[in-house]
């Protein structure tokens, strides 16, 4: 089956993910990272993604104060780049789903991309928080460079900006380093965390390793917490050894392996053994009062197995 359009959410070109979190307390949420179809004749234009991002705010009476004081530095007249606008669906069985938006750094080019990112911190009030961005994370000159931007469609105090760096050809020390933004943290569980799931990569030179900084409630400059994303299918044979490898590091941290095994066998359509890339990465969260590991699902509806990893 061929991809309508090339979606860069998925490897094949799927424009869906989806995820479980757990956090160290046991609390799960199901999540779904999506991208709408193009409303144009570019695959960039963003209008359909916007006017669902409108009805969904008039839907459940969500504020869009924050994404319109950045909509004009993310979503300009001639983007370039692979996507515009994301969505992540973050589902809970108490109440109406959370929603997140995902705006792309590298929309005017990636030159431009830590200006558009220091605007976008300074128009949300986080005063500071770029400096230390900065100056923890942007290390390696060109080797590290900004992802995405997303921002919490919410009017809770605790609505989060969130900062996401790829760190190419990276050692896990490197994404340790990073993780010092936060207080309090300990960057030896990064560091446990990549060797757990990367196997014996000393560098990870395929898909990069990923770092993201959340900012929240009053503190304008110190992230709430950290997480770091470790693309295994670039680092492992087929599903089975990533489930291994997945489920060491679960345990690492205390976690149960029984709800993840029921979310990779919900979307599993065939052997785990045939290829890699239905774990298509996997992250750890830690500082604050929310720790805790995620894992990325794909659903290989337009090929399978996946590509072998490169």
């Known amino acids: 089956m061929v991809p309508a359009w090339p979606s860069d959410v998925a490897d094949d070109h799927t424009p869906a993910e989806f995820s479980l ?50 909509r004009d530095l993310f979503l300009p007249e001639d983007p370039s780049g692979q996507f515009t606008l994301w969505f992540s669906f973050i589902f809970a069985p108490d109440g109406p789903p959370a929603i997140k938006v995902y705006l792309n750094p590298l929309v005017s080019g990636r030159e431009r991309s830590g200006e558009l990112v220091a605007e976008g911190l300074s128009r949300l009030g986080l005063t500071g928080a770029y400096d230390t961005i900065r100056e923890n994370a942007l290390l390696r000159g060109e080797l590290d460079q900004f992802t995405f931007f997303a921002v919490d469609i919410s009017d809770s105090p605790q609505a989060r900006v969130k900062v996401y760096l790829s760190h190419h050809a990276a050692t896990a020390e490197a994404a340790a380093r990073a993780a010092k933004a936060v207080p309090g ?50 680092y492992v044979p087929d599903d089975e050894v990533a489930r291994e490898r997945v489920w060491r590091a679960l345990r690492h941290q205390g976690l149960d392996t029984a709800i993840f095994e029921q979310a990779l066998s919900a979307v599993a359509p065939r052997p785990l053994g045939d290829g890699a890339g239905l774990l298509a990465h996997t992250s750890l969260r830690i500082g604050g009062s929310h720790s805790g590991v995620t894992l990325y699902l794909s659903s290989e509806a337009y090929q399978s197995p996946s590509y072998p990893p490169r």
Not at 51 to 57: G, V
Not at 208 to 233: E, H, K, Q, W
């Open 185 to 234: 943290v300990d960057p030896q569980q990064v560091i446990d965390f990549c060797r757990h799931t990367g196997g014996d990569a000393d560098y990870f030179e395929g898909r990069p390793l990923i770092s993201s900084y959340a900012f929240s409630g009053d503190d304008t400059a110190i992230p709430s917490n950290y997480s770091i994303y470790v693309p295994i299918r670039s």
């Open 21 to 70: 979190a757990v956090d160290n307390s046991g609390r799960c949420r199901i999540r779904m990272l999506g991208e709408t179809p193009p409303s144009g004749g570019s695959s960039l234009d963003p209008g359909a993604a916007v006017a669902l991002l409108e009805e969904l705010a008039e839907t459940y009476g969500l504020p869009l104060d924050r994404f319109n004081a950045v």
